[in-house]
């Protein structure tokens, strides 16, 4: 195998056991830079915004190429990118805070749960119940097993470190200015579609794996991929979203509430019951094994690409 491909395969694991670095963490470094860069050349303008992105991108692909370039031969190589994937990673962390949420549901501490889930998603969680708190957590196990598993290691099959880094960073930049209002329309719009660009291959490979790691649902996933996938304001989300709610046999979407009385009324997506605690549990286990297969996928192509 190449080492690019052990590489990311080394990455998954240490991903799989220790989660995100607690301190010093690297993705939260170049969010303190970004947000000073922002800071320093912030317009309501389009131009500025692609130049804060160009900007910001570009050097996490460079830092990506320059490690690559110093790293010595094969082990060297390897263990560069195995630092660079555990860095971007974030299932693990992911599945924590997931199951965080749902102990809280199973304890009935209804909440502490809502508490919970403010650090998973952006939406007003004061007034949901259980079944809204379980759909919200498993709408965001769906979308970030995509933004944050899948994505991140296709592009490290690639492109390797430099499209590792520069996924992260076009990710991380869509959290922080991608957003429609008043100060991001325009700043924010280069950011979002850049990531869109860079999810769309992702999140297809994503359901698509999802279909094979729940074989028994495949057909009625891919029934709500099809059907419902396209009415979600996400042309990457609504893709993993409506193949998670087929495969689990709920439905997902709806209403969803945001703070200063901003309220989506989204596409309903799926045609089971409503969502329960017991299926985030559900959620999690199919998104470790979209993760898995994932990394399976992006270590074959890599493996291929790379080989003499």
Known sequence: MSPRAIGLLAGVALDRLLGDPRRYHPVAGFGTVAM??????YADDRTRGVLHTATLVGGAVVIGAA???????????????????????????LEREALAVHEHLDEGDLPAARQRLTHLVGRDTAELDASEVSRAVIES???????????????GAVAGVPGLLGYRATNTLDAMVG??????EHFGWASARLDDLLNFPGSRLSGLIT???????ARQAWRAWRRDAAQHPSPNAGVVEASFAGALDIRLGGTNRY??????????????????????VGATTLARK??????????????????P
């Open 36 to 41: 000073k860069a922002e800071q320093a050349w």
């Open 179 to 184: 957003h429609h209002n008043d100060r991001y």
């Open 211 to 217: 279909l094979t790691a729940m074989p028994s649902r």
């Open 67 to 93: 490690a690559e370039r110093l790293a010595h031969g094969r082990i060297g190589t390897m263990l560069v990118t195995a630092a660079a994937t555990w860095a971007v990673l974030g299932g693990r962390s």
């Open 290 to 307: 979209v993760g898995i297969g994932a990394a399976l996928v992006a270590a074959a192509y890599a493996a291929v690409a790379q080989r």
């Open 259 to 280: 703070y200063g009385n901003r309220v989506e009324h989204r596409a309903v997506m799926g045609d089971g019951r409503a969502a329960t605690p017991a299926d985030v």
């Open 141 to 155: 196990v769906a979308e970030n097993t995509s933004d944050a598993v899948v994505a991140p290691l296709v592009w």
